[in-house]
């Protein structure tokens, strides 16, 4: 009888133990939405070549270039068009992110537009709750998240993001897990 017992007080405990986790995450998405937009300084950018990421609450702000020059420096139509070259690489290599728990990663910087975020898990225990989540953030920021995952019915899937070229770090939130692991790739 005594053993029947404890095993009721620890499902209890396990049970409160998710809904703790369960309420955070809740918590945590909803006061995500709740920061508001913050003032942005806007910054003319006056360099060569594609702006560097600006600060926090900063933007960049390129001076439209006249289409037009003046009569005395108009040239001849090129022949053939002219040869761009991209300004961001086409591609990067991918970054994956293991753990077993809950876990901020280190910033990673992607060089595409798009990218596609594989992701899977192992449970502890089929019977045991479990949690599993994840926020990617654009680095510095720590309210506004670009991609999620919360709660999945599957325990692999991928997401596309089209949050574009920059410098990310993701917040996993995870209990009862034996293991996860994040892939960050270029989109094909």
Not at 28 to 43: D, F, N, R, S
Not at 125 to 138: I, L, S
Not at 162 to 183: C, F, L, P, Q, R
């Amino acid at each position: 009888m005594h053993n029947l017992q404890e095993g009721r007080e620890e499902v209890e405990v396990r049970r409160l133990a998710f809904i703790s986790l369960v309420l955070l995450t809740i918590v945590m998405v909803i006061c995500a939405g709740c920061g508001g937009e913050q003032p942005v300084k806007y910054v003319p950018w006056t360099g060569e070549g594609p702006p560097p990421p600006p600060k926090p609450g900063t933007r960049w702000v390129i001076p439209e270039e006249e289409s037009t020059p003046p009569p005395s420096q108009a040239q001849p139509a090129p022949s053939s068009p002219p040869q761009v070259s991209p300004s961001q690489p086409t591609t990067f290599e991918p970054i994956v992110l293991t753990g077993s728990g809950s876990k901020t990663s280190p910033p990673f910087t992607v060089t595409t537009d798009e990218w596609i975020i594989d992701w899977s898990y192992t449970s502890d225990d089929p019977e045991w709750y479990v949690v599993f989540g994840f926020f990617v953030y654009p680095r510095e920021e720590t309210t506004s998240f670009v991609e999620s995952i919360l709660f999945p019915q599957n325990t692999n899937g991928s997401t596309y993001s089209y949050a574009g070229a920059g410098e990310y770090y993701i917040k996993v939130e995870a209990s009862n897990i034996k293991s996860w692991n994040i892939t960050i790739r270029p989109a094909q």
